[in-house]
């Protein structure tokens, strides 16, 4: 039986090893070593995904923390290399675009350990994001490719990679589908003290929206004047390091009309998806699963790796501007046709495991 290690490190990489990690177990396809960076900690960001997602707990931590993003993927590195060498494994699986998935495929490809990476293929035109680096870095070392969508395929055949390239669909989607039932819109959105379809649930954790203070400023003057505007409640979950900077560029003052609340887990985060008007976020998952549950999504960021939601006009970009923010939630407001099918059937999982272990589907 082949040994696979899988490494995950940071919440938007849990969500796609529940479902892979689920499958695995449930064929016994592989003998599947779970290794977590430690890139997010903090209970809520880590420990409750683990549980409500009812994932195998970890084999292996490494501990490494916050840092700079050099720093992050240097350590990530030094002691995935470490444990590689330890646990000699057949291939490894990394998923996503975070410094965990770019080190972990770094250090196996440097050890000739064939890489395996979910989530392939995404690119956008702002080459610049630490996300767009290592998405970029990760597919061309990697060896089996597992996109979401066509579009996905496209992107990397135009920079020449088309050997181990196969599009099983997008495995959030999978999740989505497979959590549905335990989803709980009424009794969630009562906790959090909103009422249905007068809400809109806001995600910022992005570097460049959080971290230059006029650019943050403009963002939370944006969700006020949205408010004003729509009469909408503004839920916003805040990510440590956005509440770090509020606090730290003294921007309290302009959260005053909006409800902020601590970083929230993913039935929650869903459960609220079902019942709100729509969704603002700089979130390259939450803009999809807004989709899934059938809201539009306030993209804020100049260009977004989903373009496929954006060019069938359910997605709407947007700048750090506070009139623009305030017109675009109006716009996401209006009826549009929802665009079908655009990431797989809610059996990527499946696929990816086929393909793993050489059943050709
Ligand atoms: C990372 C990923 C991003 C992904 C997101 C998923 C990179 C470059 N970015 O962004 O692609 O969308 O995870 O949520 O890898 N912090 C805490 N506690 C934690 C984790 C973080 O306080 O448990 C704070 C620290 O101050 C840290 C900051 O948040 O420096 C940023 O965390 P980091 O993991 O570097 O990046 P994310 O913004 O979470």
């Given at each position: 039986m082949k040994k696979i290690v899988s490494l995950v490190g940071a919440r938007s990489q849990f969500v796609k090893e529940a479902v892979v990690g689920a499958e695995v177990r449930r064929r016994n396809a592989w003998r599947h070593v779970l290794v977590h960076s430690g890139q997010h900690y903090d209970a809520n960001m880590s420990d409750l995904f683990f549980t409500e997602l009812e994932m195998k707990q970890p084999?292996?931590?490494?501990?490494?923390?916050?840092?700079?993003y050099v720093h992050q993927t240097a350590d990530v590195l030094v002691k995935f290399e470490a444990l590689l060498l330890q646990e000699k494994p057949d291939a490894v699986l990394v998923y996503g675009d975070t410094n965990t998935t770019v080190a972990g495929a770094l250090a196996a490809a440097k050890l000739k350990i064939p890489v395996a990476h979910v989530e392939a293929g995404i690119r956008q035109q702002l080459k610049d994001m630490p996300e767009e680096i290592n998405r970029v870095l990760v597919d061309h070392l990697s060896a089996q490719l597992f996109c979401c969508s066509d579009l996905a395929a496209r992107n990397l055949a135009n920079e020449g990679i088309t050997n181990g390239v196969t599009v099983p669909g997008d495995v959030m989607y999978d999740l989505y589908i497979k959590m549905h039932r335990r989803f709980t819109p009424e009794e969630t959105r009562t906790r959090f003290g909103v009422e249905k379809d007068v809400y809109i649930v806001a995600t910022i954790h992005r570097d460049f929206n959080t971290d230059d203070p006029s650019t943050l400023q403009v963002i939370l003057d944006g969700l006020d004047r949205a408010h004003r505007e729509t009469g909408l409640d503004i839920l916003l979950p805040l990510h440590p390091r956005s509440r770090k900077r509020i606090a730290e560029f003294g921007l309290?003052?302009?959260?005053?009309n909006l409800r902020l609340v601590d970083p929230i887990c993913y039935l929650d985060l869903l459960s609220l998806a079902q019942h709100c008007a729509a969704v603002i976020t700089d979130s390259g998952g939450y803009q999809k699963e807004a989709y899934y549950a059938g809201k539009r999504a306030v993209v804020l960021?100049?260009?977004?790796?989903?373009r496929e939601l954006v060019e069938a006009g359910w997605n709407l970009l947007c700048t750090p501007d506070a009139e623009q923010i305030a017109q675009t939630i109006t716009t996401a407001l209006e009826d549009t046709p929802r665009p079908e099918n655009l990431f797989g059937d809610g059996s990527a999982g499946n696929h990816i495991v086929d393909l793993i272990i050489g059943i050709s589907s």
């Open positions: 084999d292996h931590f490494l501990g490494i923390g916050s840092g700079s309290d003052g302009r959260t005053r960021m100049l260009d977004t790796g989903w």
